[in-house]
């Protein structure tokens, strides 16, 4: 089977479309269905389950999915440090979750770059789970993420400091500036999907009032953290955010920052990387000097 194949699967799967897959994979329709009835013959299985709504994986598909993005994410790892050795340059791959990784990262890349102009460093955004795996297997060299995920003989956790939550509205937005708790109730909020640990510290905050995170007053959900910030300059309701992301609106007095009296929504940000006698001399270096920075790596 080739490497095509594999990534054309991947493509369906993600598609949920054999069409739509084809086009991503810039090839005819029909290419893309002959690819997937080779791959299924050579493997002796139905790996997909076709209908007038698109493919679905089988309970086997599950398990060849899983595989096939191990072999594609090292062969592409291969691809990169074949490329690397070729040109004498020193390649890391920084991996984040996604909020960390929109606000909070950049500024250290920037810092670290700074630091060390010869290195060549990329910033991803993945979740936990896919981040803990990408290391393990190699594909990044070191990732920030927001909790201990799992313990683990192969790699090493560093605190750097926490992530500061903040809660904020629109600088003429009717709201006291100090608020009681059970008042958090009642207020319009827009929340961000990218980051569980808020709602997570939300619902431990309310539990002395016996309510959940169910309860608050949210007027919508959003996975982007531009769409948050855009409905509360809008003065749609008020939203909690990492500082880091609203710094510039602060600044410039465009929305204010209300407290909420017995809230602390702040989480624990930490430096993960397999142990240092894994690791090559260049992302020894950047790690030794993100951990003296500390906190102060971020902005």
Same mark, same amino acid.
């Given at each position: 089977?080739?490497?095509?194949?594999?990534?054309?699967?991947?493509?369906?799967?993600?598609?949920?479309?054999?069409?739509?897959?084809?086009?991503?994979?810039?090839?005819?329709?029909?290419? !893309?269905?002959?690819?997937?009835?080779?791959? @299924?013959?050579?493997?002796?299985?139905?790996?997909?389950?076709?209908?007038?709504?698109?493919?679905?994986?089988?309970?086997?598909?599950?398990?060849?999915?899983?595989?096939?993005?191990?072999?594609?994410?090292?062969?592409?790892?291969?691809?990169? @440090?074949?490329?690397?050795?070729?040109?004498?340059?020193?390649?890391?791959?920084?991996?984040?979750?996604?909020?960390? !990784?929109?606000?909070?990262?950049?500024?250290?890349?920037?810092?670290?770059?700074?630091?060390?102009?010869?290195?060549?460093?990329?910033?991803?955004?993945?979740?936990?789970?896919?981040?803990?795996?990408?290391?393990?297997?190699?594909?990044?060299?070191?990732?920030?993420?927001?909790?201990?995920?799992? @313990?683990?003989?192969?790699?090493?956790?560093?605190?750097?400091?926490?992530?500061?939550?903040?809660?904020? !509205?629109?600088?003429?937005?009717?709201?006291?500036?100090?608020?009681?708790?059970?008042?958090?109730?009642?207020?319009?909020?827009?929340?961000?999907?990218?980051?569980?640990?808020?709602?997570?510290?939300?619902?431990?905050?309310?539990?002395?009032?016996?309510?959940?995170?169910?309860?608050?007053?949210?007027?919508?959900? !959003?996975?982007?953290?531009?769409?948050?910030?855009?409905?509360?300059?809008?003065?749609?309701?008020?939203?909690?955010?990492?500082?880091?992301?609203?710094?510039?609106?602060?600044?410039?007095?465009?929305?204010?920052?209300?407290?909420?009296?017995?809230?602390?929504?702040?989480?624990?940000?930490?430096?993960?990387?397999?142990?240092?006698?894994?690791?090559?001399?260049?992302?020894?270096?950047?790690?030794?000097?993100?951990?003296?920075?500390?906190?102060?790596?971020?902005?």
């Amino acid at each position: 089977m080739h490497l095509d194949t594999l990534k054309c699967f991947l493509y369906i799967v993600e598609e949920k479309s054999i069409s739509k897959a084809a086009i991503k994979a810039h090839i005819s329709q029909s290419a !893309a269905s002959q690819m997937l009835s080779k791959l @299924e013959e050579d493997f002796g299985y139905a790996l997909l389950n076709r209908s007038n709504k698109g493919v679905s994986l089988t309970d086997r598909g599950e398990i060849a999915l899983k595989y096939i993005q191990k072999i594609i994410k090292h062969y592409n790892q291969m691809q990169l @440090e074949l490329k690397n050795f070729d040109a004498n340059s020193n390649h890391i791959t920084i991996t984040g979750t996604p909020s960390l !990784a929109s606000y909070s990262l950049p500024c250290m890349l920037y810092r670290i770059k700074k630091k060390f102009p010869e290195y060549q460093f990329s910033l991803g955004e993945k979740s936990i789970v896919d981040i803990i795996d990408d290391i393990k297997e190699g594909v990044t060299d070191f990732g920030f993420i927001d909790e201990m995920w799992t @313990e683990s003989s192969d790699l090493l956790y560093h605190k750097l400091g926490q992530e500061r939550i903040v809660l904020v !509205a629109k600088e003429d937005y009717y709201v006291k500036e100090q608020i009681q708790l059970e008042e958090l109730l009642q207020v319009e909020l827009i929340m961000c999907t990218l980051n569980s640990k808020i709602c997570d510290h939300l619902d431990d905050a309310l539990k002395p009032l016996n309510k959940k995170k169910e309860d608050l007053n949210v007027i919508f959900n !959003a996975n982007s953290m531009t769409a948050v910030k855009s409905s509360v300059l809008n003065g749609y309701g008020m939203a909690f955010v990492p500082y880091e992301s609203v710094k510039h609106e602060l600044y410039e007095k465009s929305v204010k920052l209300v407290t909420v009296n017995q809230l602390d929504l702040n989480y624990d940000i930490y430096m993960v990387c397999k142990k240092t006698v894994d690791l090559s001399h260049s992302v020894k270096q950047s790690q030794g000097y993100l951990l003296d920075l500390g906190r102060k790596s971020f902005c």
